[in-house]
């Protein structure tokens, strides 16, 4: 059986003001600079990679407009609240220890609690412990449990606060190692059709769909088998309101395409033939991207295209121009309505994930390596050229190489992709990321 870890998610919730923004910030330290190496990405401030001692999670912001009124702030608690519980392996629930406990947070605690999730009472602006641990213990009070003490301006307490973030991970990870099914997760904006596809590929209404955005309920493992082979397919509807505000419901669908990436080793990125590829599907295309998962991107409501013999080519033009950062990914064009090349998707599927599990022999790779040396020369700097002595895979999902040189330096970003284009054309990869990874080894004398 082989182990699959995911990556635990952990999710910020409070009131407006107490700082969740600030944490949030200070605890992604540097990683969070916005616009990423990736062309056409620029990143909501909403999820980031952190890492403690060596362990690594995912954070996430649930905040997003700040409201006036003290109902809309109960009921836009009670959102991200929700949000954190179907999405989040552990919450850190922020509360504010200048305005001290007051009635929204007694609420929203009570929700927590009931959820059995792992909770984590962060007691924020706690600039001076001596000065105000009286004020935190008051905290107790909610019920969660042990507050602990951290000031996001400061940087204090966040020690304690990240040890008992990550104690509560091994058994989350555990809870996910025997599963060998190939998992794919179904993304894109509101109202493309996802559900529809997975009600499709399942042959029952197993998912509620209906035309008005935001009418599924919650995301629904389903789990499908076909020619003996299992699948489960995450599907991340469930947009809950109708008549949410379009910047929350964008957060949401980020969030929600965050937590099911995570899980996935295949993601579908389903496009809306009639809209054509927006910059909307591009930031959804990204988060997949960063964590080099296969992609496929379905352009779905193909049948109601007018059509003659250069639509999909240029459609696919347009989809490899918006999305050029993952010239690796499959494009098939489908029809939940008419059923259109659904059990094609299938075969892709097993072809990509295939790919993305792939393992080249070391031999063959520099075989391949010295042969792109010899077409065209490494680059050189001020009279120094680029040497390259060794490329070696080290993992999968994504298949994952480090390649030995003299200088890093001179390993331009160019150079890397060629070396991809070579391999590429050797083994395909279809569907795949490749990483690369540059180890300096020092020439002997």
Known sequence: MSKKKT??????????????STLFNALAGE?????????????????????????NFTLI????????SKDIILSQMREQAQIAIDTADVIIFLVDVRQGMVDADSKVADMLRRSRKPVILAVNKVDDFKKFMADVYEFYNLGIGEPYPVSS???LGFGELLDEVTSHFDEEAAAEEEDDRTKVAIVGKPNVGKSSIVNRLIGENRVI?????GTTRDAIDTEITRNGKEY?????????????????????????TVAAVERADIVVLVIDATEGVTEQDAKI??????????????VNKWDAIEKDNKTVNEFTQRVRQVLSFMA?????????????????????IDAVNENHSMRVGTGVLNEIMAEAVALQQPPSDKGKRLRLYYITQVSVKPPTFVIFVNDKELMHFSYTRYLENQIRNTFGFLGTPLKFIIRERKENK
């Open 31 to 55: 990683n969070i600079s916005i616009v990423k190496d990736t062309p056409g990405i620029t990143r909501d401030r909403i999820y980031a990679e952190v890492s403690w001692l060596d362990m």
């Open 232 to 256: 489960v397919f995450i599907d991340t509807a469930g947009l809950r309101r109708k008549n949410k505000i379009r910047e929350e419901l964008e957060r949401y669908m980020i969030i929600r």
């Open 285 to 298: 295309a990204g988060i997949a991207h960063d964590r080099g998962k296969a992609v496929i991107i379905a």
């Open 7 to 20: 990556k635990p998610i952990v999710a910020i919730v409070g009131r407006p003001n107490v700082g969740k």
């Open 61 to 68: 912001d649930t905040g997003g407009i700040e409201p006036e």
């Open 153 to 155: 301006v400061n940087k």
């Open 328 to 348: 690796y990914a499959e494009i098939i064009f489908i029809s939940a309505v008419t059923g259109q090349r659904l059990g094609r998707l299938f075969e892709m």
């Open 209 to 213: 769909v209906s035309d008005i955005a």
